[in-house]
């Protein structure tokens, strides 16, 4: 059965590594044995042979000085030859040098013979003696010429079958070699390549794309591990929410201020017009009462509107895109902040009524609202906050060069879009600084004066509606952001 863990997969691979060491050794083991016989044997010609010079040698000390040591010794030697060759002439019955063992086994009996034969001849009977010499050196060259061609023969057969031997090894090895990489390759693919995939994602996570890691794995171990990751991610996206939700009720207590004065105008002139009407109660005049009363209702209109955005802005509902008037998207929301523009800050709004986007109301006014704000607290004495927008339309020129560069998010560059540019006259940013503002948790502000949260959430909300931001700023001169969405029509 196929293993569907990693575990079982590295022990399998482990345990054909095994077998295939044992398998190499095996094989070298016996490769060794019968080089090892092969050399034994060739020692055993070449002694043979060694053996029958000797003898050689002192047949010819014989025939010269005809001393008994020599004829002793010669014997002696034929006796070593004839022992060697009857000790191993059955063990290499099945080798090709056999039958020349066999006739030098009889070529050395009938040597012996000779000799023997020769040292009992009278030295007065030279005829007998010269013709058995002549036979003794026939037989003797013959027995020198077949010991020396087995050890030749033996020694190119130990010759060949090293290099045989040899070839094989580095066969073994190399089929070993190659079978192990083409195995760690299989092996790789299986086990690192979701590693590596869910590297990847880890990546991705880091830059704050919480998206679900898919792996298209079966081993236990990768699925356990995506599993886990895809619940922490669940719980990272639960927990964003909640830190979401939460800064936006921390702009909210700032916001109530801004709401508070704008509904104190509409609660004065209803305040004003029943205390006329009570005035002038008695009288007659209809056309007055009836004018005062249109007041208090268009206020009461007015104060439940500014109610019902507030509500709208700090309830968690789900998101869901509409068709939204940008113009009137931005006075509602300037509406929320209009108690905190601080004395010689003015907002300049220019938005053409015509501009429309696809996009969440809640979300777009919490995104506008950071970015206002920001560009307000830049702002040391006087100065202008300037908001604008234009359609971007495809045959048009590309990004404009001051944000070449510096957007996060993909640019709808295929699409024709809206362009929001939301630009102060404020301090400006650090060029330093200015790589990190859209990083959660990044703030020059003082401790418990900010959160870091702020550029980070309008980042990812523009991100959420498919569209991308940049920046360009200047220290001294004031920063400008530029939003970029898919136009919808």
Known sequence: MYPSSIRQKIILGYYIGIVGIFGLSIFAFFTLG???KKIMFWEVTSELFDTTLEMRRFEKNFFLYRQDADFGENIRYLKRAEDILEDNIEKYRNLEVHEQLGALKSDLGRYGELMKKFSATSRQDVTETQLLEQAVRE??????NT???VSKIEWRKLQQYLNVARRNLIIAISFLSLGGIVFGQILSRIVVRPLKSLEERMKLIAEGRLEKVLINSKDREIVSLTNAFNKMLKELELRQKHLVQREKLASLGTLLSGVAHELNNPLSNISSSCQILLEEFDKDDTAHKKELLSQI?????RARN????LLEFSREEIFKKEILPLKNLLD?????????IPAGVEIVLDVHADIFIFAGKQRMQQMFLNLIKNAMESITGEGNVYIRARKHLLSEETICERYRGKCTGECPVDKDTVDIEIEDTGAGIPPDVLPNIFDPFFTTKDMGRGSGLGLYIVQEIVEEHGGCIGVDSEPGVGSCFLIRLPLEE
């Open 139 to 144: 037989k003797g060259k013959q027995i020198v």
């Open 306 to 309: 500014i109610v019902r955005s």
């Open 332 to 340: 509602d929301t300037i509406v929320f902040i209009r108690g905190e």
């Open 147 to 149: 010991a020396e061609d």
């Open 34 to 36: 019968f080089m090892e």
């Open 297 to 301: 209702d268009n206020q009461t209109e």
